[in-house]
């Protein structure tokens, strides 16, 4: 099956700074890759996701890059708000019939005024 | 809640007991899944369907079962079975395989 890791585990970065978070998947059918955004004590929420025809998403200041033959994709964050300190979540699908998310086990992001 | 509803928000259960968690959708999504989160741990999937009366286990079904009667409702039990239950269980939707999911606000269970 697929394993997906994410780097780093936390991560702290000042206000109007970027921050980066990369996963990695092992399994190269994999063509489905969603970022979630959970703030503490609620629910997981999509923020953006990337498939697998396509290297680059942008939507305002957060964006995913793919990289299909090094098996990583990566969530960019832009001029950070503290409203951006959440934990966040990589995932991936693979494209062999039915199948569920396999997600990293998060990144704490702080983001500190 | 966008559509998916858990209930209740917090429940504790005492050793030995089973309980059940309730999930409801009005998305009209065939798919539910339920993951369960532990702290550093990510979510980890226990228990999936695709379609009515019909379901898959994830990589930590021991000690959980479901039932899939109808399209809106996936409830999961959490037997006595299940050694270690305390966790934040999150159920969610999709469209189907090429889609995200929309997770419920989750149940906090604890074991008194």
């Known amino acids: 099956g697929e394993n997906v890791e994410q780097h780093p585990s936390t991560l702290s970065v000042q206000e109007g700074d970027s921050a980066v978070i990369k996963c990695t998947y092992s399994d190269s059918a994999s063509n489905y890759f969603p970022w979630y955004k959970q703030e503490l004590g609620k629910r997981p929420q999509l923020i953006i996701d990337i498939r697998s025809n396509v290297g680059e998403k942008k939507d305002q200041r957060i964006a995913v890059t793919l990289n299909k033959t090094a098996k990583h994709f990566s969530l960019h964050i832009t001029e950070t708000q503290p409203e951006d300190s959440a934990v966040y979540f990589c995932a991936a699908r693979q494209n062999s019939g039915y199948s569920t998310l396999t997600f990293g086990k998060g990144t704490m992001l702080l983001v500190s005024p | 809640d966008g559509g998916i509803t858990q209930s209740p928000k917090y429940l504790f259960r005492k050793e030995g007991q089973n309980v059940t968690l309730s999930c409801e959708q009005n998305l009209n999504h065939d798919a539910m899944y339920w993951y369960r989160q532990d702290p550093g741990q990510g979510l980890r999937l226990i228990y999936y369907?695709?379609?009515?009366?019909?379901?898959q286990k994830g990589d930590i079904a021991e000690g959980y079962s479901v039932s899939r009667e109808k399209k809106e409702s996936f409830p999961l039990t959490v037997t006595s079975a299940q050694k270690n239950p305390t966790a934040f269980y999150l159920c969610?939707?999709?469209?189907?395989?090429?889609?995200?999911?929309?997770f419920g606000s989750g149940t906090r269970l604890t074991v008194v």
């Open positions: 369907s695709q379609i009515v009366n019909d379901f």
């Open positions: 969610a939707s999709s469209m189907g395989a090429n889609y995200g999911y929309t």
